[in-house]
């Protein structure tokens, strides 16, 4: 598949932590204008979990959100298999979700729906390399399920994004 049709499925993390540190509209709007271009060429979308996870926080990235051309993926039959195919590869993929701490609730279906679409997985995640632990991060199910996953600096790349950011006002000393 070349880059020009890839499809992306993209983490809450990814909007999440750009929107708050490091992309935010505030000096940084392009980015988010070509989020909402590739949304709308249907290139990029999020499970419907991510978005519920978004917006369960009123604020301005979860308004963003609602109004974006971002498609939201709803489960279906085929996602729902894919989840039982995550579930049934591996046992210490169940660690994947936190339900103690009510967290992680939408990285199994991120992975699900990847598959579904034969999208990559884009996330904030590191893989967990360490042999002696019981964790999980969607990069190490990701591999498991031989399902590509990147961070969003990658996507970045991948998609040719570049001078998405300028400065509105400049100092004069």
């Not at 996870?53 to 990235?61: A, H, K, Q």
């Not at 390399?129 to 970045?156: G, H």
Request: a neutral charge; glycine letters at 4%.
């Amino acid at each position: 598949m070349s880059n020009a049709t890839k499809k992306f499925c993209l983490d809450a993390n990814v909007l999440i932590q750009a929107w708050n540190f490091y992309y935010s509209p505030k000096f940084c709007p392009s980015y988010w204008d070509v989020l909402n271009e590739l949304g709308g060429a249907g290139r990029i979308f999020i499970p419907e979990a991510v978005y519920e996870e978004i917006i369960r926080t009123d604020d301005d990235l979860c308004k963003w959100l609602k109004q974006s051309r971002i498609e939201i993926k709803n489960v279906d039959e085929k996602v729902v298999h894919c989840l039982h195919a995550i579930w049934a590869a591996n046992p210490i993929h169940i660690s994947l979700v936190d339900n103690v701490k009510g967290r992680s609730l939408a990285d199994p279906w991120v992975i699900a729906h990847a598959m579904r679409e034969g999208a990559t997985v884009v996330t904030k995640e590191e893989k967990i390399t360490a042999s002696n632990t019981s964790k999980v991060k969607i990069p190490n199910v990701c591999d498991n399920m031989s399902v590509p996953w990147i961070n969003d600096f990658k996507l970045v790349e991948e998609i040719g994004m570049t001078s998405f950011c300028k400065a509105s006002r400049m100092s004069r000393t």
